[in-house]
């Protein structure tokens, strides 16, 4: 029976295994064979730099796609560093963030590893938490010595970097703020004085209720929808004049009797118009690909002063539109925006924290926070960098600009990440009507609480 | 290796008793050091960090059964993740295992251009998952999505929210993951080809329908690869992850109706910081798992057919 | 059970061969029926993935989507190629697959010819501590790993993505035992008898008969090589060394992603193992049935 497998049919078999292997190597690697010729390879040669004899080599860790204007603004400063710098020789090295915060599972892995990066780009927002954890620098002295002090960068950016003990953990780079898109072309056609944009919020109100247009049941534009884009807890909490965060017995107030009022105003939306099919326009269109304002299905949203460069231009460069900060109720309300972004950090265990710091205040000094914001469109943290008139060339963008000094930050506590995710679910549950804003408010204050307790010992 | 350890001399290895420790050792040697190098220190680790306070960022903290008390008592998100977790289970573990064998049959017939279909139905596996994201939020757009439009024009339905809507984003992901199937088809096509066509012969002589042939013939011989795929959707079930993580990058919406466990799971780990409160998740699913699959394999003594034994 | 019964009752058939040729032409037509639309439904993801792979930059945002795009930009595929070093990555992605698909072969298949053919008392206890090994969430193991391969000093090599794969894999371990299994016990009684020792029973007999398993094994390792984005992401430094998985990020910028580029490079990634996946179709195919039991 058996022997009807013989050797040689077996050593068949393996080869054809093997066979598979090999074609598997091999397929991929020549179709058609063109695209090796045409194909420039920009990466490759930037990666692959010799390190000068003698000069000390720094990673430098970044979340931005090589290829990206973002990249390659920052690998100019860099070279501009490495050809002044006599000694150090800094490597960048692109780490894509993973999940749903600006970080790379790899840098907190290689914390934990002990291999951490000399330097890294890192969200401004998480520096409270890296610092309780005892995960970045302490870079007090060293900004002491060099003369960098509060008064050079805008006060949300400060309050960031140093928002843990007081101490300075990073040094802010660029910045992002938001206020309200208005489609002219819908605007007029719903009747309304672009000229005259509403300032208050039941204004503000009316100008969405008119903008809404249906065929037969069938929505064709929304007016406005309260949590597109970034219409965040934060962003109409500070507009309502709320206070997530209590200084003086250090607790988190989420629940507010503003924040709830901010969010009542936001459910209202999905009492007053049909919640699947308007969250439908806002959710359902995934990640940024399909924009829906751009695509005139939403005639007015909250979004940041990127979408200037990175959708409406790009996507819709004939497009009129006009910016205005956010409505405000008339009692007690406020012209309000938060500012979040980027900035450089020593991760904790670093082995050259003087190399590093003398790369990262380079990066960050006024000439090159100007010169990588102007080309990239982002906002700069520095006073000074944001006086270069090239910021306001676009009328649009500077209306962001102007909102700059009263921009808040969000509260700069161990558990941002932590209160961030709880109110944007709080916010969810709002607006879906499961639970009301003051269930849900009181929810995220306990929680968050309970959650710095572990930080208050 | 394997060699020398037939060669041993048989006067040492008297009974075929001991041969089989020696050899069975042997054959599983590598998997067992594999075991000891790759597994034991972090599975231990991990049970260890779920009776911790563990950021990553800083060493573990011993905190007891703190972690543990806190998912029971304190945490409506974890309960929550649960519920979802096993609605999802209960409907595409069956729906699933029943789809995967009917294409499997479909595709094991023999019929012109049976290996332009089997590569369609694995298509979707090749398909980036990102981008599968971003296409099922487009498919099932309530306003504009393909999936309406034709629910409208065949059948005059207005269709449903779909993931938008928090009471159908469920059944939506369930119907999603029958596109998924093609991994396990693969599997259970590779078991068809086991069943000796003599068997099928023999039933057709003795006036067996397609029906009876299939029901008498076919599976009784795959439920080994049944049995495996079971196991295997069971697991996945228990951990569903990336479709929904894509869908809604990773927040669960609408209303936390797609927060599944090992999302949730995945959030405390990497995004807030708690990979101790993480591990006690990760240890309660693990625990549910093992239980639910050794009710599986005991089962199977009753209807899983091993042609070697 | 069952098939037993059936496969005993061997008689020559006569009568009935005409009346069954009849009903089986009847069965392939309705197969035909049911699998057209339905791989049309399969497809779907594919022509979507293959149409925006041709859309220009402005085409991405249209709603309703258009699914035949014009103008047709074929241009995405070398801008795409350019964006991130593709040859390199992909010759990476290769060694890291190749290598560690020959070890999955070898050891899982060693360990599941232990599992399911040889009885020895720890069997049954190795088999559940597999199965189980895969029911912990692999999240909660990523750190302690990389702690364990950074004491290793296997950071920024391949070896945390290739080594283990040679001491098998319990996925795979488990199928190759299931189909194992399901070989008749007298084939390896029958070489016992002729004196083959137990590694000659599993190289000559066990393995060709499984062939299809084990080609399902090398498939499934090679996409989840082909996939693995956290492995590289977390153990690998220094992007001369990246995979493919990790550039198909290089398309993620800022604000937006660069949904053609990033299709047209999935694409020209995927097409080839469709092709091969399609070719090779005989070896997932030729078990038992078609090598047959003669002798």
């Known amino acids: 029976m058996s022997k009807a497998i013989t050797r040689r049919a077996l050593l068949q078999q393996a080869a054809a295994t093997t066979g598979v292997v090999v074609l598997m190597a091999c397929q991929p690697a020549q179709p058609a064979g063109k695209p090796t010729e045409q194909a420039p390879k920009p990466t490759e040669v930037k990666q692959a730099e010799p390190a000068p004899a003698g000069k000390l080599v720094i990673d430098f860790w970044d979340p931005s796609t090589p290829e990206s204007a973002w990249a390659k603004s920052k690998k100019a400063i860099l070279d501009d560093f490495n050809a002044q710098s006599e000694k150090i020789q800094v490597n960048m090295v692109f780490k894509p963030t993973t999940g749903q915060t600006q970080m790379s599972e790899a840098l907190l892995t290689a914390i934990a590893g002990g291999t951490p990066p000399d330097s890294a780009y890192f969200d401004r927002f998480i520096v409270p938490t890296w610092a309780a954890e005892n995960s970045l620098t302490d870079l007090t002295e060293l900004a002491n010595a060099a003369g960098i002090k509060a008064e050079d960068y805008f006060p949300f950016a400060w309050k960031e970097a140093s928002g843990w003990k007081g101490r300075l953990w990073a040094l802010p780079h660029d910045t992002d703020d938001r206020a309200v898109y208005i489609n002219v072309e819908k605007a007029q056609k719903a009747g309304l004085d672009i000229n005259n944009p509403p300032k208050y919020v039941d204004e503000f109100d009316q100008w969405a209720e008119a903008m809404f247009e249906y065929e037969g049941p069938r929505l064709i534009t929304a007016g406005f929808i309260p949590w597109a884009q970034q219409g965040w807890i934060y962003s109409y909490g500070f507009t309502w004049n709320g206070k997530f965060f209590d200084e003086e017995k250090q607790q988190v107030t989420a629940n507010d009797p503003r924040i709830v009022a901010a969010c009542e105003w936001m459910a209202s939306y999905s009492k007053k118009y049909d919640i699947a099919t308007i969250d439908s326009f806002s959710q359902a269109f995934g990640q940024e690909a399909q924009e829906p304002f751009v695509m005139g299905q939403l005639a007015m949203t909250y979004d940041g002063d990127w979408r200037i460069a990175s959708v409406q231009e790009r996507y819709a460069p004939d497009m009129e539109y006009i910016v205005i900060p956010m409505p405000y109720p008339k009692d007690g309300g406020r012209v309000a925006t938060w500012a979040g972004g980027w900035s450089l950090v020593i991760p904790r265990g670093a082995k050259n924290v003087d190399a590093g710091w003398e790369f990262i205040s380079f990066f960050t000094n006024v000439e090159n926070m100007v010169k990588f914001c102007v080309e990239t469109s982002h906002i700069p943290t520095r006073v000074e960098s944001a006086k270069d008139p090239r910021f306001r060339e676009n009328k649009w963008h500077a209306v962001f600009m102007d909102l700059l000094p009263i921009a808040d930050a969000r509260p700069p506590l161990p558990i941002g990440q932590f209160l961030w995710t709880a109110l944007a679910e709080a916010r969810d549950l709002i607006v879906h009507l499961t639970k009301t804003p003051q269930e849900a408010l009181d929810d995220v204050t306990k929680r968050a609480n309970e959650e710095m307790k572990k930080y208050q010992s | ?309 | 059970m069952g098939g037993e019964t059936v496969a005993c009752q061997v008689s020559t058939a006569t009568g009935g061969a005409r009346r069954r040729r009849f009903w089986r032409r009847i069965g392939r037509l309705w197969g035909h029926l049911a699998l057209i639309p339905l791989s049309i439904v399969y497809m779907i993801p594919f022509f979507w993935m293959l149409s925006t792979a041709l859309k220009t930059d402005r085409q991405v945002m249209v709603w309703p989507p258009v699914w035949i795009p014009n103008p047709i930009a074929w241009d995405n595929f070398p801008r795409a190629i350019a964006f991130f070093p593709f040859w390199r990555f992909l010759a990476n992605t290769l060694t890291i697959a190749v290598l560690a698909m020959l070890g999955i072969l070898i050891s899982s298949s060693l360990v599941a010819y232990s599992l399911a053919r040889i009885r020895w008392p720890g069997r049954d206890l190795l088999f559940g501590i597999t199965v189980a090994t895969m029911m912990l969430p692999y999240q909660v193991t990523i750190i302690p790993l990389f702690v364990q391969f950074t004491r290793f000093k296997w950071i920024n090599t391949y070896l945390p993505l290739i080594v283990p794969a040679w001491f098998g894999g319990a996925f795979y371990i488990f199928l190759l035992r299931q189909f194992f299994m399901t070989i008749p016990q007298e084939l390896s009684d029958a070489a016992r008898i002729d004196g083959a020792s137990e590694f000659r029973t599993f190289y000559q007999i066990v393995l060709p008969l499984a062939r299809p398993a084990l080609a399902t094994v090398l498939l499934f390792e090679f996409l989840a090589r082909w996939r693995d984005f956290q492995g590289p992401l977390i153990y690998l430094q220094d992007p001369r060394k990246y995979t493919i998985s990790l550039g198909l990020s290089y398309f993620r910028l800022e604000h937006s992603t660069e949904w053609q580029l990033l299709m047209a490079a999935s694409l020209t990634l995927t097409i080839p193992i469709i092709m091969l996946y399609f070719l090779t179709q005989r070896t997932f195919i030729q078990g038992i049935a078609l090598t047959g039991l003669k002798g």
């Open chain 2, 1 to 309: 290796m394997m060699a020398e350890a037939s060669a041993l001399p048989r006067r040492l290895l008297r009974t075929q008793r001991q041969r089989n420790i020696v050899n069975g050792l042997l054959f599983a040697a590598p998997w067992i050091l594999g075991l000891l190098l790759f597994y034991v220190y972090p599975i231990f680790s991990s049970l260890y960090y779920s009776f911790c306070d563990y950021s990553i960022l800083q060493a573990p903290k011993w905190a007891g059964i703190r972690n543990y008390l806190t998912l029971f008592t304190n945490d409506e998100k974890f309960i929550k993740s649960i519920y979802n977790t096993l609605y999802y289970a209960f409907f595409a573990l069956p729906l699933g295992l029943v789809w995967g064998v009917s294409i499997a049959l479909l595709l094991n017939m023999k019929v012109k251009g049976v290996s332009v279909y089997r590569t369609i139905y694995f298509l979707p596996v090749l398909v980036p998952d990102v981008a599968l994201g971003i296409l099922w939020l487009w498919v099932f757009n309530p306003q504009l999505g393909i999936l309406n439009a034709l629910l409208w024009k065949w059948f005059h339905i207005v269709g449903p929210g779909w993931l938008s809507d928090p009471a159908w984003a469920k059944p939506s992901v369930i119907i999603i993951s029958l596109w998924g199937v093609g991994q396990a088809v693969v599997i259970y096509l590779a078991g068809l080809q086991d069943v000796p066509q003599e068997l099928y012969d023999a039933a057709e002589v003795d006036g067996a329908n397609a029906w009876q042939r299939i029901r008498n013939v076919t599976i009784p011989m795959i439920t080994p690869v049944i049995l495996f795929n079971l196991i295997i959707g069971l697991i996945g079930a228990f951990q569903y992850f990336t479709t929904a993580y894509v869908i809604t990058t990773g927040d669960g919406r609408p209303a936390l109706s797609l927060m599944f466990y090992a999302m949730y799971l995945y959030q405390n780990a990497f995004v807030l910081y708690k990979m101790g409160y993480a591990s006690a998740m990760a240890w309660l699913l693990f625990l549910a798992a093992v239980i639910s699959s050794y009710a599986l394999f005991r089962s199977s003594a009753r209807w899983v057919y091993y042609g070697g034994q």
